[in-house]
């Protein structure tokens, strides 16, 4: 309650856009980093400082569920501080970070190395997921409570080389997570076929970039969702689809929710951006698993994953991987030498503000995409992805119309490897506040390292 006590701060002369819908020429007044109240200016509290924020739009701030923050173990690559600074600029207040690093995220102790790390380096707020592997079934009730966000079972070989639990080990774990509050996420692809494929490829010299794409076909995406799906029926564990790549999968995944399968996912702007003829085009720096798609897949994901709503949530996958790594200027590279993934921060909002352009997407169903159900799935609800009052003023300041080319070397994030470099944008990121603070002003990160805290607290007994 904010009762008569005079706002900290209010965010004025802008234009909010919920997930429920727009209110044009209002403000939010914030008091001790929580929303005090949204409307007409005439109905805030008086402040002690009104920031103008120039006939923008200002939405709930943007969470990002899929961040490879890399570390520990891989820190020439990115660390705390360059992804959150570069989550920042990108507009996003929420990261939550992926652990496949090195050593691994598989038990408390080294959960708690991450937020140590996290709470003296991130620049905006932050939270992490654990993964599963036949090791750590015993683990999984301590990891529930300790204040992740969600699991990870890596079902398809991919960067950190972390094999898939068996699917009597899996059936097992999804009964324990199906006994907490937590939500597990897959990389769903299947990695028999996978292995089968790259062998033969290999074996027959084929190391052009597109034979990557051949060998984890959409087949191998829709059997892990039906899989997961089954055993999720079976163990009532909720579930969900990390980075959803083809229009195949969505349908596989539609079918399993309409006989009530409590399974939730995402997909990345780049599933959306491009189809797979960026990888004949730009070669290594597109192989990212899993990979791009033909013009007809990512056609159906547009039309099953968004328009039909299949899909819950955008996110980066934001991977980064140095030039050498990723064969920028080595066209010779082979494919299967190269990492997959690419950096996303500072691309994605703009990337959906442009699909907000064409008409793709409405901005209530972006905000609902990229704020309002991540916050819901990862027990972050409604402290983040609302703009309640009394919740975190986490807000993304955007401008929906102005129009700019990215230049890679402007990225903020320590690898800028991206077959973004060099596509237009309609819509860019002004401001970023979290808590109340901006952390980004259109120009620079102005949150200090540490200024992050953790977005899913550990449970209280
Ligand atoms: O392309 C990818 N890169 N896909 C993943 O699943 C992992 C990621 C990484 O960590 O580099
Ligand atoms: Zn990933």
Same mark, same amino acid.
């Given at each position: 309650m904010s009762g008569d006590r005079i706002a900290d701060r209010r965010y004025v002369d802008c234009d909010v856009v919920t997930a429920e819908g727009r209110m044009d020429d209002v403000g939010v007044a914030v008091i001790d980093g929580k929303i005090a109240s949204v409307g007409r200016v005439d109905s805030l509290p008086d402040a002690r400082r009104n920031v103008s924020l120039e006939g923008n739009l200002l939405v709930p701030g943007i969470i990002d569920d /899929?961040? /490879?923050?890399? &570390?520990p173990g891989h820190e020439y690559k990115e660390d705390w501080e360059t992804a959150t600074r570069s989550a920042a600029a990108g507009g996003i207040t929420t990261v939550v970070a992926m652990p496949n690093t090195d050593p691994i995220i598989d038990r408390v102790s080294r959960l708690d190395s991450v937020y140590e790390t996290a709470d003296a380096d991130a620049c905006v707020d932050y939270a992490t997921h654990v993964v599963v592997t036949s090791e750590n079934l015993d683990r999984i009730p301590a990891l529930a409570g300790a204040g992740i966000a969600g699991f990870k079972v890596f079902l398809g070989i991919t960067f950190g080389d972390i094999t898939a639990p068996t699917d009597g080990e899996l059936h097992a774990a999804m009964g324990a997570i199906a006994e907490s509050d937590r939500r597990l996420g897959f990389h769903e692809e299947n990695d028999e076929i996978r292995a089968y494929l790259e062998g033969k490829f290999r074996e027959e010299g084929k190391t052009d970039a597109i034979y990557h794409n051949r060998s984890r076909p959409p087949l191998a995406e829709v059997e892990a969702v039906s899989r997961v799906c089954l055993f999720a029926d079976d163990t009532d564990c909720p579930v969900h689809m990390f980075h959803l790549s083809s229009g195949s999968a969505a349908e596989a995944l539609r079918d399993w929710r309409q006989r009530g399968v409590d399974a939730t996912a995402e997909t990345c702007p780049h599933y959306l951006w491009f189809t797979e003829d960026v990888v004949r085009d730009?070669? &290594? +720096?597109?192989? +990212?698993? %899993?990979p791009l798609r033909t013009a007809d897949e990512v056609e159906r994901l547009w039309s099953v994953g968004i328009d039909d709503g299949a899909l819950d949530c955008i996110a980066t996958d934001h991977a980064p991987h140095t030039d050498e790594e990723k064969g920028v200027d080595n066209p010779e590279k082979s494919v299967w030498e190269t990492p997959g993934g690419f950096v996303g921060l500072e691309t994605q909002v703009p990337a959906m503000l442009t699909f907000a352009d064409e008409g793709r997407v409405t901005l209530p169903e972006w905000v609902r995409l990229h704020s309002t159900r991540p916050a819901q799935i990862w027990g972050m609800y409604p402290r983040k992805g609302s703009l309640l009052p009394g919740t975190d003023a986490d807000f993304t300041v955007v401008d929906p119309d102005r129009e700019w080319t990215l230049d890679r070397t402007s990225l903020r994030s320590k690898s800028t490897a &991206? %077959?973004?470099?060099?596509e237009s944008f309609v819509g860019a990121v002004e401001r970023t506040v979290v808590r109340g603070e901006v952390v980004y002003d259109g120009d620079d990160v102005t949150a200090s390292p540490g200024y992050g805290t953790l977005a899913t607290p550990a449970d209280k007994d």
């Open positions: /899929h961040v /490879h923050t890399r &570390t730009r070669g &290594t +720096v597109a192989r +990212v698993q %899993p &991206t %077959p973004f470099d060099g």
